[in-house]
């Protein structure tokens, strides 16, 4: 088992704050100028720039949409991550007017390029791509983006409490305590995973007793040893869902694995664990952010930065949206937020009960990504691959996350769930030397002293609040998660968590995108 | 098709089965770039729980929709909805369905004229629409008690729907009034193996239907057909066997081939094949796979109660329902490469309902 991260994805696009200061935008603007598209990129800088400086570039007004907003347009979607942007492309492909709003000085939302001061680009947020994803891949394909396979060649490390560290190969760690606990229970996993409709998981007959449980308390029902293959599940659930298996419930994650696969292919654990063979496989060169990068570049200025949304009425037959730069009004509105930014809407008339619950029993995971930089991925030369699961200690489950060009070297971990409540309210020199320290426990001395350090904490940003994914807790799946997709009056929802495969992830995105888009196409 | 019925018997038919079949086809998977050759067969997409999809519908929207034909207690049935690459998009849940009285089923026979699906549900016996767009629920009409509408289609007067129970077509004009249109021995089927697949072709005015077993002597009672009956002002004519089927073949739902005429017709019994008919002579003029029984066809999934051929392009949309074998891995919808187009289901102006 490869347990790792995967790749969230929508944005951010609500609310009342004004929206906080991007560090990335300029890093970002020069990283689109250094892709290759210098020559375009004169006419879609503006996507990048602040609204100030976007209004500058149109003469501030004259209803340029990186200057003052449209009054009125056919469709407004709220969001610029990939869904947004996807629903954004699809409604015009239609030949509707539409207008994204982001709240961020930047598009991409949960995908996010991290530039290195010692050279080349790795993701702060969502990064992985692999078999099945077929829609996030053909969008890649369709910008000219390429992938390239995570290095997976030589051994994993384990490191346990009990029996030390160990190097293995294969799926599931050689660890005596655990083994046959984790085959037995990862097929019962698949198993079940197998009965559900990944499009109404709470349609199961027995959806109710599988939501009323954890999955923490499914492993202690069903494992000789619970504590120890409980400890390595934990290594897959903080990556994944930036929360430990007593917070999740079974059906929840039952779904989850479900989700796993295509129309074509039943979804299963390993698929969603792996590297080889799994959501894990590949990685994007220059970054996963560039693929909403060059999206919001082939569609202009349907795309508007800076515009929070902070209310949104429908009457009289429309919908009016109230952002932070303005007034649009519209025929429809697709809402590409994470739940908790739509919660931060002021909704007239209010949102319906059973969707605010919902919203209200969707958590965002917590997690941060910790990457320390090297000259060289010194551990390949030690015929290791750079993934590693501690069952302690602040890197519980480590990837390499070297550039395509393995230059430099980068360790990531994962610090999410209970691990990220240990470690995130540390000061970032002690979660330094935490996963420095673990670093160091799985691949020797030399991973003390990198040339670089630098995190990404997802719960601290302000147009997120937390990530991978929003999950759910224990009975709120069967009551609340009806709700998902019901379109509320002119407002229709996308974003991965509405997705039915791969939720959570960027290959979810671009399918709730083309969803919510058709929906909308079919209204009007 | 009923699927208890179907395993019920199934040993039964089995013995039967020592009977030649025609010659038949081969798969090939097309090389890269080149059109694939006729009868390759691909994975349209699995059917999610409860599955046991039956008939696809292929709509005006360019989407493609499939009702679950055998929901266990406390599952309701769904429609779900695919794109025509096959991503899926929604499902919506049955309503009114007694999910504690057994295995329960819908199929999503035809469309209205404004996009509202036409779903028979063959436990309660209700005709219901689907608002695709709104996701609204509207029972048109109920047939009478013990009728298992099966198929639909459109023609003058309204429309016609098999009862696979009771040996009848109904017609159910736009009010909703449930008439019975035609009761004839032809369709009268051998322990309850009955009438299936109809539509209506508007230059001949006349109906095709798909007959699984025929009891009137003319035949094994193993074996079923094609039937055709007129449409003579407002009703039918005399009842003619176009085609007959090999023993336990079970025909099932069916497409027309555009430019042949040709009727494509799923074979939901033990033989698991698509047959190629021709209306005009009576003649099986092909037959896929080359060995039946089995359902090799090339594709992961294997041909398992195929039960009807939707065009979709240049191929057929077959909703694997697995009703005897009752494997959950074989449900799935799959692309059957023919190399026509089909013929368009007869969608009059006044396909809809008050």
């Not at chain 1, 949206?321 to 008339?349: E, N, Q, S």
């Not at chain 1, 519980?396 to 240990?422: E, I, M, Q, Y």
């Not at chain 1, 937390?466 to 224990?474: C, I, Q, V, Y």
């Not at chain 2, 694939?36 to 519908?57: L, Q």
């Amino acid at each position: 088992m490869t347990l790792a991260q995967h790749s969230p994805t929508p944005s951010h696009g609500s609310s009342h704050a004004a929206p906080h200061a991007a560090p990335h935008a300029a890093l970002s603007r020069r990283h689109l100028l250094t892709t290759g598209a210098a020559g375009t990129a004169a006419a879609t800088g503006g996507l990048l720039l602040s609204a100030g400086a976007a209004d500058a570039r149109s003469g501030g007004g004259g209803g340029g949409r990186q200057g003052r907003l449209p009054r009125k347009v056919d469709v407004v979607v709220v969001g610029a991550g990939i869904s947004g942007l996807v629903a954004t492309r699809e409604l015009l492909e239609q030949g509707l007017d539409v207008l994204c709003v982001e709240a961020r000085d930047r598009v991409g939302g949960r995908v996010l390029n991290h530039e290195l001061r010692s050279g080349g680009v790795i993701e702060a947020g969502g990064a992985f791509v692999g078999p099945t994803q077929d829609h996030i891949l053909a969008l890649a394909k369709e910008l000219k983006v390429r992938t390239f396979l995570e290095y997976n060649e030589g051994n994993s490390v384990y490191i346990s409490s009990l029996t030390g560290r160990q190097e293995y190969s294969g799926t599931v760690p050689p660890d005596p305590t655990i083994l046959p606990d984790a085959a037995i229970l990862l097929t019962r996993l698949d198993s079940m995973a197998a009965e559900i409709d990944v499009s109404a998981p709470w349609s199961h007959p027995s959806a109710l007793e599988w939501d009323a449980m954890s999955l923490g308390e499914f492993i202690r029902r069903n494992a000789l040893n619970s504590s120890g293959v409980g400890n390595l599940i934990k290594s897959w659930t903080q990556p994944g869902f930036g929360a430990d298996p007593d917070e999740l419930s079974l059906l929840f994650v039952l779904w989850y694995i479900a989700c796993s696969g295509n129309e074509t292919n039943v979804g299963t654990f390993s698929r969603n664990s792996d590297t080889a063979g799994g959501a894990q496989e590949s990685r994007i060169i220059g970054g996963s952010q560039l693929i909403p990068l060059r999206l919001a570049r082939k569609l202009g200025d349907a795309v508007a930065l800076d515009a929070a949304v902070k209310r949104i009425e429908q009457k009289d037959g429309r919908v009016v949206v109230r952002t932070r730069r303005g007034t649009v009004r519209a025929k429809r509105v697709v809402v590409a937020c994470p739940p908790p930014m739509v919660l931060d809407i002021d909704w007239f008339p209010r949102l319906p009960v059973r969707r605010t619950q919902l919203l209200r029993h969707m958590d965002m995971g917590q997690l941060m990504k910790c990457d320390a930089v090297y000259e060289t991925p010194f551990w390949r030369e030690d015929g290791l691959n750079g993934f590693g699961i501690n069952d302690a200690g602040a890197a519980r489950a480590v990837f390499d996350n070297s550039p395509a060009s393995g230059d430099p070297g980068v360790l990531l971990a994962f610090v999410g769930g209970s691990t990220w409540r240990r470690y995130g309210p540390l000061s970032r020199k002690e979660r330094r030397k935490a996963v420095l320290e673990g670093f160091a426990a799985m691949f020797g001395e030399k991973a003390l002293k990198p040339i670089e350090y630098t995190e990404q904490d997802w719960t601290k940003e302000r147009w997120t609040e937390g990530g991978p994914t929003a999950f759910h807790a224990p009975g709120t799946l069967t009551d609340f998660g009806p709700a998902i997709r019901q379109v509320f009056g002119r407002v229709h929802w996308a974003g991965t968590e509405t997705s039915t495969y791969w939720s959570g992830y960027m290959d979810g995105a671009v399918r709730a995108g083309q969803r919510a888009a058709i929906e909308v196409g079919e209204r009007l | 098709m009923r699927r208890l019925a179907l395993r019920s018997v199934a040993g039964l038919l089995a013995g039967s089965l020592a009977l030649l079949l025609p010659p038949v086809a081969t798969s090939a998977a097309a090389r890269d770039g080149e059109a694939p050759e006729k009868w390759t067969t691909t994975v349209f997409a699995r059917v999610p729980s409860p599955g046991a999809p039956a008939y696809v519908h292929v709509h005006t929207n360019k989407r493609v929709y499939a009702g679950t034909y055998a929901a266990p207690d406390g599952q309701p049935s769904k429609v779900f909805e695919w794109t025509r690459s096959g991503t899926l998009l929604r499902s919506w849940a049955v309503p009114g369905q007694d999910l504690e009285g057994g295995e329960h089923g819908v199929q999503v026979a035809a469309q209205t004229r404004s996009g509202r699906l036409v779903v028979l549900d063959t436990t309660t016996s209700r005709i219901l629409t689907l608002d695709v767009t709104r996701g609204r629920w509207r029972t048109i009409a109920t047939l009478p008690e013990g009728s298992v509408p099966n198929y639909a289609t459109w023609a003058p007067g309204g429309l016609y729907v098999t009862d696979y129970g009771d040996g009848v077509v109904h017609r159910v004009t736009r009010r909703g009034k449930v008439t019975e249109w035609l009761r004839d021995p032809a369709l009268d089927g051998l322990l309850g193996f009955g009438t299936t697949g109809i539509r209506y072709l508007p230059e001949e005015r006349s109906f095709l239907l798909t007959q699984q077993t025929l009891s009137t002597g003319d035949a094994l009672p193993t074996n079923g057909a094609l039937l055709r009956v007129p449409l003579e002002g407002r009703a039918p004519g005399d009842v003619e066997v176009v085609w007959t089927s090999q023993p336990t073949d079970l025909p099932d739902g069916f497409g027309i081939g555009r430019r042949t005429g040709h009727v494509y017709v799923a074979m939901v019994g033990l033989t698991n094949r698509i047959a190629e008919i021709d209306p005009a002579t009576g003649e099986e003029v092909d037959s896929f796979p080359a060995v039946p029984l089995v359902g090799e066809n090339g594709s992961e999934i294997p041909f398992d109660s195929p039960c009807n051929a939707t065009f979709l392009g240049k191929t057929v949309l077959v909703a694997n329902q697995s009703a005897i074998q009752g494997d959950a891995s074989h449900h799935a919808v799959l692309r059957v490469h023919v190399g026509e187009r089909g013929l368009a289901p007869y969608l009059p102006k006044k396909a809809r309902f008050r």
